[in-house]
């Protein structure tokens, strides 16, 4: 990782400042920046990141170099507000699409030429429109298809279907047009009737599916009218077609034949007879077939199920490695498996291998014929080891009816899968899927953990999927309500606002009221007198603290800057004013923009200064990491990794050499641990390490 993106991942944003500012005198790495102002936005630094765009910008506009227009373009999706960067895009634009006529009044449409507005959506809905071009093809209503063959700045010209060379004014183009693909099935018929009779007559099916998704009188349904776009100029009549499309609708899934339209499947009047074909055919797929199957059951409802068993025998002569796909299709056969006849069948398709039976599962549509299938695969002779390999693979709805399973039929197995998965904290969503079985199984739950249980949960939700936050954010605020009540009421502030940040960028945990919880715990601390005060540890005030070295240091450059830097970039002010007009003059713009980027530098240095004060020596002690601490890590699992870290304070960071400031992600982490503690250390949480010792450092006594 470069200096730039250390600095902006470790928070210090002075050192990012200086290096970007040294960067611009020689070669410019445009990825880089693109990088560090992504760290930027996500730290919530959005004027900082602005700032040094419009520097940027400011700088190196008058390159025009291929590098540059592609930091602007990738620029335009990080940033809302940048008027630097409209003008830019303005620039190029208007250069790249120079004989574009139409391009004034996009720019005026998406707001990219509105002053001071937000950049970021202008760009998106410029982009929508820009797909309005020449050779562009677009539907109407009343006209149907057709493609742009002129454009101007307030008109365009259409060759439609059914209207040639239409002339149109552009904002009515807009409004009542949509633009479709060149790929389109209706633009096929147009241009390429050949191979749109290829389709229609080779693959009816593929036709009739796309069909269904192009610009119809009524969506979703196939009527008759509809044909006549298609099949006007076509030697297949409508007719022929409509016959041709309503047969195939009845052996195509998601399909009906209603007599005037096609939206579903046809009526049944011969169910068994077209089950069975479905059934007989040779090269179609058992996952089709079984597709079609259910199709043809959802159109009839149950008139027929309890016949269908009849066909099971054809399902046994089918040869195809789709073992998956022939259990769900016997089991559908068999009134979802209570017919007699499936106790006998089901085994034959059962697989004796985790990799293979992970496959079949993944071929089972039905989420119940699926849970059937692991409850016989856990209850047959299949070795041991291959249970244990199938059961870490499962996603967790079936991973929790597995093991709900072998709660009753294997409980050693269940509890030596549990430990495994509980010793391996780094792959979170099955540890966490653990911890969930375990808190709502009260004769299984491990006493071990004892109150730790919700602090695993908080620790560790925020790394997990959407879907593993939702299960134990309704466990923690439903059944375990209480336990997260007294837990959040017996952690530090700074702990509590940690968990609130962490998780108010996920959508899951505002969504499932985890937020509301953690903001209602820090508003009643902010709004009770009653009860017992908790006293603050002194770096939890709004003090900042670092050596009495680094101080004087940091006076000494606000110092220099006031009397040196400040008044060389006034010299420089002047000396660039003298060159010409300053409406032209791009070096008496980054003159300007270089003085004020000093002048807020002075600005915030003075006034962190007041804020700063020494390391109160009296309160650090090495029971406690806190600013002042050196930290000794070892990785988890026995590994001999060792890792020495400093917490310091922001004028004493140095993240190269080991010196992190307590303010920053990491330093955060380790505030307020005691020996023994596990910590996962932020951009890193496939290793778990244990904090070892703590001494004080040297730089207390400076």
Known sequence: MSKILNAASAGDYDTLTDLLLETLDGDVSYDE????????????????????????????ESGAEDAFSAFLLKAAVLFRRSE???KALLEMLRDDYLMFQPLELFLKLSGLKKENGDVQSSWRAFNLLMKYNKDGYLYHSTFGIGQITRMSRTHATIDFQKASNHDMKLNVVLEFTRPIASSSLAVLSWRNMEEFSSLFNESPSEFLRRLADEPLENPGEICIRDLHTFFSNSAITVGEAWKTLKKTSASTDGFLDLGDRIVLLDENVEFLERAGKIISRKKEPVREKVKQIKALLKSCGDAFSG????????????????????????WILSERGTAETFSGMKYDFLENTSARAERALGEIQSPACRKEYLDLFFSARTERSEKVNLLSGLRRPLWE????????????????????YLSKPAETDRFLWTLTFLATRGDRRDESLGENQTALFLDYLVFSSADTQKRVIRLLTGPLKSELDSYLSSIDSRKLGNYLDSFITSATAQNEGLCLFLGREIS??????????????????????????????????????KQIEIPAAAEAIGEAASHGDLS???????????????????????????????????????????PGIQIQLQESGGAETVQT??????????????????????GNALLGKTIGDMVVLPGDDSREWRIVSLEKLDLLNQ
């Not at 009753?408 to 197995?413: A, C, F, K, N, V």
């Not at 870290?645 to 990491?666: F, H, K, S, T």
């Open 33 to 60: 920046m693109i990088d560090a102002f992504s760290i930027l936005q996500n730290n919530g630094e959005h004027e900082l990141a602005t700032e040094l765009l419009d520097l940027i910008i400011t700088e190196k």
């Open 84 to 86: 630097p960067l409209r």
């Open 307 to 330: 016949r269908l068993t009849g066909l099971l025998e054809k399902v046994g002569s089918i040869s195809t490695p789709e073992t998956g796909s022939l259990f769900e299709l016997c």
């Open 401 to 420: 009816h597995a093991a709900a399973f072998l709660e009753e039929s294997d409980p050693e197995l269940l509890t030596e899968c549990i430990g495994d």
């Open 524 to 561: 009643r601390r902010k709004s009770s007198s009653i009860g017992k005060a908790v006293k603050k540890r002194f770096w939890e005030s709004d003090t900042l603290f670092s050596s009495l070295n680094a101080i004087e240091q940091r006076e000494a450059d606000c110092l220099r800057l």
């Open 584 to 626: 032209e003059n791009a070096e008496y713009a980054a003159a300007i923009e270089k003085r004020d980027l000093l002048l807020d530098k002075q600005n915030r240095w003075m006034k962190e200064l007041q804020m700063y004060r020494e390391y109160p020596t009296d309160e650090i002690t090495t029971d406690t990491v806190s």
């Open 645 to 666: 870290v400093c917490v310091v304070g922001p004028l004493d960071a140095d993240p190269e050499n080991g010196r992190i400031n307590y303010m920053a992600p990491l």
